[in-house]
């Protein structure tokens, strides 16, 4: 799996949108990127995931540059809920025989801060 | 509330103790994962299930034996331990390993190795 990068922290004040950037360079066609989130003493979250068209759900919005070397998670009105680690994870979606479909590799993620 | 319970919560144990983890899921799914967070350290994928069946152990030393007897419920059995095995254990399952389906988590057990 293509290994990703992500800013180590990020502050985003409470109600305001929170943009949180993914570099993701040697990604594959076959891959997608998916987020997840690990809010303090708890296990992760899945929040989004995509291909190459951007996505939305209740949660955020997914945003893939058109080369997919990038990829920004947004966070439309930031809550204090929303303070957790946030981790960009880049997967294979078809792959040929042998491939590990199911591992997703977390790396350090970005620590979040919401502040009132 | 994901669907994926762990108990215990919280877990001290000695060197010398055994002890069990056990994970269970309500969501009907047939994968199983355990990984291990140490402290300031990612993520670690130790063992997956796919319909009850080991398909992956990542080089997990020995003295951690994973149990899946059926498709919701899964055991990692612990024996004679280091204090670095101290970690956070996350239990996790998904539709099935083969699907990429998403992956919902529980919120772990904290194990301490005196």
């Known amino acids: 799996d293509a290994k990703t990068t992500q800013p180590t922290s990020m502050d985003c004040a409470e109600g305001r949108a929170a943009n949180l950037p993914c570099n993701h360079s040697?990604?594959?066609?076959?891959?997608?990127v998916y987020w997840y989130r690990q809010i303090h003493s708890q296990g992760p979250q899945y929040i989004i995931h995509?291909?190459?068209n951007n996505e939305t759900n209740e949660m955020a919005s997914l945003i893939i540059t058109e080369d997919r070397k990038s990829s920004t998670l947004i966070l439309p009105h930031a809550t204090l809920r929303d303070t957790a680690v946030y981790y960009c994870?880049?997967?294979?979606?078809?792959?040929?025989?042998?491939?590990?479909?199911?591992?997703?590799?977390f790396g350090q993620g970005t620590i979040l801060t919401v502040h009132p | 509330e994901t669907g994926v319970t762990q108990t215990p919560r919280h877990l001290v144990m000695g060197m010398t103790n055994k002890k069990s983890l056990k994970c269970e899921q309500h969501?009907?799914?047939?994968?199983m994962y355990w990984y291990k967070q140490s402290a300031k350290k990612p993520l670690e994928l130790m063992f997956v299930?796919?319909?009850?069946?080991?398909?992956e152990n990542n080089s997990v030393p020995s003295r951690f034996s994973p149990e899946c007897p059926n498709s919701s419920h899964l055991f990692l059995h612990l024996h004679t331990l280091q204090p670095e095995d101290s970690a956070l254990y996350l239990c996790?399952?998904?539709?099935?390993?083969?699907?990429?389906?998403?992956?919902?988590f529980g919120p772990g057990t904290r194990l301490t190795v005196l």
């Open positions: 996790a399952s998904s539709q099935e390993v083969h699907k990429n389906n998403e992956q919902f």
């Open positions: 040697t990604i594959s066609g076959n891959e997608y």
């Open positions: 995509g291909l190459k």
């Open positions: 994870i880049v997967r294979v979606a078809t792959g040929a025989g042998g491939t590990s479909y199911g591992k997703l590799t």
């Open positions: 969501l009907g799914h047939n994968a």
């Open positions: 299930y796919n319909f009850k069946e080991q398909t």
